[in-house]
């Protein structure tokens, strides 16, 4: 495959991680322009365990995202006592602060005599371990896109269970959630937290195929289009970022038509969705006129009447 | 089930609810009515916890729940709908149910077929069986009203809050919901409806408490209350009774 594409399609897939971490918290009804902190978090945990501790890439993937999911927490409790735009204005200041920790972070080690690990505003260079063993872009590539496969399985699962009806309920009604019994918080922690593991996995993975970080990667903007992800693509699906991130990355920044002139187009485009389709191309009614016309074309008649195909009974006094 | 004793708030130097004290026993369908602002609504908030008192006690079930959060009074048995509807207009109408349902029961994770028997006959009782699938937005008024009531009863509840549960509706249609009520009142549920419409009050309640500016100004049966001197001059007016 060609090498450029490979960066091409390597990219859209790290970068969806950032974006799923921002959908989980716009369907619970929260703005975050601070998750590139995490994805940031994410990137140096698991450089630092493999690149200095000489961890395997697999704990020190889990390490990254446990990282960030810890940090989400300690962002999660103090500002998920705000609302709306106080929590975003909060979470853009976490992540400011978190750049600018990387930006006087000095940690670092001899390693074969050279030294190893974050350094300050000079970045973290030397995370070589995909390199070292040996394996190539392209199966990169691959291992991207098995673990978004695996985190966009756990996300589809989750929707359909308990907790995905209760981040919805509470990004929807958040008096109605807590009336009904959702204690508010709790769920919205465990959303932040969540989220936050998410983009910690996706730092973990654009550390080990950039070999070198820079903390002024983890800007503003890298939040600002983690949040334009789901608001182009769709607040109805997982899916719905990636397609955000697919028309970003795969189609602004990589086809040379647009060639300075993507912010504009990507401006233009956020601008236009948020007046007529606020809640992105795959919208929840979006996604329920497709899953009705896909139950109405292949599911049985019992499953086309979104019950059992029972008669219904009688409710218990 | 419930005692309210002596409830105070204020909104700004504004009182709301002053000395407030209401009891209501199982199986009660207590009618809740007063003039606009009288502080019907503030007084459901302060039961399930929205708004709490500000001085005063409230229990239920014997136990004090004055400044329990919403959520804690919605797990011991207490739900209620709203004076605007409130129903997820992003999910379908059986997904408003199985949110409630998973809302209110912390052991149910997923939902299981007999969850969905149990649900989608909930629905076809209050009228809403051919709806299950359409999203809630496109419900109107006197649907989402029905399919607020239908959700209060999702997770068994002890105590039902009604708040103008007719409100915006037809006579047809408030006659539908008073239908619907009584059925759900014939159960042993205990009610507290609020209401302006009296003829659907005095045929669903046995008893009537009233407010106005905040204070209780009459509490006793139907026939007394509404023949109350104090509340024909504040609220119901004595040409509407002649």
Known sequence: MDEYLVQVLSNIGMISFLALSAYILLITGEISFGQQAFFAIGAYASGIATAMWGWGFWPGLVWGAAAAGAAAFLLAWPTLRMRGLFFAIGTLAFAEMVRLIFEIFRYQVEIDGELVGPNGSEGFRGIRYIFEQDISAFHYMLLIYAVLAGVLALLFVIERTRLGAIWRMLGEDELLAETEGVNRTYYKVLATVVAGAVAGIGGALYAHMNTYLEPKIFNVMLGVHSLAYGLIGGLGTAFGPLIGVGIDIGLLESARIFSGYRMIVFGGLVALLLIFRPRGLLDEAAVHALVAWWRNTFSSPAKRSGGSGRPPERPGA | ?242
């Open chain 2, 1 to 242: 089930m419930l005692e309210v004793e002596r409830v105070s708030r204020s909104f700004g130097g504004v009182a709301a609810l002053t000395d407030v004290s209401l009891e209501v026993g199982a199986g009660e369908v207590v009618g809740l009515i007063g003039p606009n602002g009288s502080g019907k609504s503030t007084l459901l908030n302060v039961i399930t916890g929205i708004s709490p008192a500000e001085r005063g006690v409230v229990r239920f079930d014997g136990r004090d729940v004055t400044s329990l959060r919403p959520d804690r009074t919605a797990a011991l048995g207490l739900t209620r709908t709203f004076q605007t509807p409130r129903v997820l207009h992003r999910m379908t109408v059986l997904e408003n149910l199985s949110a409630a349902l998973f809302a209110g029961s912390p052991k149910v994770r997923r939902l299981r077929k007999a969850d969905r028997e149990r649900l989608n006959g909930l629905l076809e009782e209050c009228g809403l069986g051919r709806r299950v699938d359409e999203l809630a937005s496109k419900l109107t008024l006197p649907e989402q009203r029905r399919l607020e009531l239908v959700r209060t009863l999702v997770s068994d509840p002890k105590l039902i809050l009604l708040d103008e549960p007719a409100g915006g509706m037809t006579p047809a249609e408030t006659e539908g919901m008073a239908r619907l009520i009584a059925e759900v009142a014939a159960r042993g549920r205990t009610c507290i409806v609020i209401e302006h419409k009296i003829d659907m009050i005095s045929s669903l309640c046995e008893r009537i408490c009233v407010l106005d500016f905040g204070r209780v100004i009459a509490d006793g049966t139907t026939r007394e209350v509404l023949e109350d001197e104090a509340v024909l001059d504040a609220y119901l007016g004595r040409r509407d009774i002649a």
